[in-house]
């Protein structure tokens, strides 16, 4: 996947150069050159789970690949939005770019430079997306058969990120706790499981063949990994261990998030401590005893064990579903080997 996207960046190189937006090529290299690769590891073993193991695989592995310049465009723009200072152990590209500006002595104002140049790279960057994947070798048969699962990925994720931005200045439903619940397992299932897993798996199965049943049957396993993937993440952004995911303890709730696994809390807190966790949630500035109080709340309310249970049984019904769909032994056995990874990981 690495070397596909390294290629793909080296035929836009001349361009850039003779543009004179070598800035911008520097900086997506060097968000291009880590991650998971979950997107276009789902997307490339359900081809191979719908057709086979290709005789080669460049065009496929490319059209993944592709993938993941739509999730680094999305990252580079949730920095922003987030005020994030860092992404993957190194400074956010709005950071980077303020950086630049400092030390060139650029006129006008850093933090407006930072902004719009990363902003341009999150876009350049979609753009890219989408040329690398009609580049990429695949057959237009099968272009046209994944187009409307890419498509609706690329609307989903953008919306999804729209509601939660929504959700956090309280611009979507609010009044009650069950309606946040509400719009949380909405962002859950269109920011996050569809993005991450439903919809690239459907890709690569419509590459791959034209069976309508395997694409549903996937998009399912796909909305369950997703799901239980996430639910991870926020119990990591709570749990889990500063040394491997990056983060502090209690990072979410450092940051505000009213997760699934906080509201759910919240939900099952008596009065005394739904107060009270709902005033360190929503401190800007909580101190460590407070963060260290809030998770032992969380933990005290079972919130916590609710949402690994849940975790588990999305985990157990989308490997349930596998074995009941036809496909290639092959593709089955990663996909398999995909979820347990993307659900029982400590980062």
Not at 5 to 29: K, N, S, Y
Not at 58 to 69: F, I, N, P, R
Not at 113 to 136: K, N, Q
Not at 152 to 178: K, S
Request: proline share 4%; hydrophobic share 45%.
């Amino acid at each position: 996947m690495e070397q596909a996207l390294t290629r793909f960046l080296d035929t836009q190189q001349d361009l850039m150069e003779e543009i004179g937006a070598l800035p911008l090529m520097e900086v997506a290299r060097q968000f291009l050159a880590g991650g998971k690769r979950l997107r276009p590891a789902f997307a490339y073993w359900s081809h191979v789970a719908a057709a086979g193991e290709p005789g080669d695989p460049g065009a496929v592995v490319a059209a993944a690949a592709s993938l993941d310049l739509l999730h680094v465009s999305a990252l580079v723009h949730d920095d922003l939005i987030d005020a994030s200072d860092t992404r993957r152990g190194v400074p956010a590209a709005h950071r980077q770019y303020e950086a630049r500006h400092r030390d060139a002595n650029g006129t006008g104002d850093t933090d407006h430079f930072g902004r719009a140049a990363a902003i341009l790279l999150g876009d350049l960057l979609l753009m890219w997306s989408v040329e690398m994947f009609h580049t990429s070798g695949v057959d237009e048969e099968a272009i046209r058969r994944a187009r409307p699962h890419l498509d609706a990925m690329r609307t989903e994720v953008t919306a999804g990120q729209y509601l939660d931005v929504a959700a956090a200045f309280g611009m979507a439903p609010h009044a009650t706790l069950a309606d946040e619940l509400t719009v949380a397992e909405r962002i859950l299932e269109f920011k996050s499981a569809r993005y991450s897993v439903r919809r690239p798996a459907q890709i690569g199965a419509a590459m791959g063949s034209p069976d309508p049943a395997l694409q549903q049957a996937l998009g399912r396993f796909g909305s369950l990994v997703g799901r239980a993937f996430q639910l991870r993440d926020d119990l990591l952004g709570v749990y889990g261990n500063p040394a491997l995911t990056g983060k502090p303890v209690g990072g979410d709730v450092r940051e505000g998030k009213r997760t699934v696994l906080v509201l759910e809390a919240l939900r099952a807190a008596d009065g005394s401590a739904a107060s009270e966790l709902a005033t360190i949630v929503g401190s800007h500035s909580p101190s460590d005893a407070d963060v260290s109080r809030a998770c032992d709340i969380i933990e005290a309310t079972g919130a916590r064990s609710l949402v690994e249970q849940r975790i588990e049984r999305d985990l157990e019904e989308a490997l349930r579903l596998l074995q009941d769909q036809p496909m290639d032994a092959t593709g089955r056995q990663a996909l398999q080997r995909l979820a347990l990874l993307s659900v029982r990981r400590e980062a």
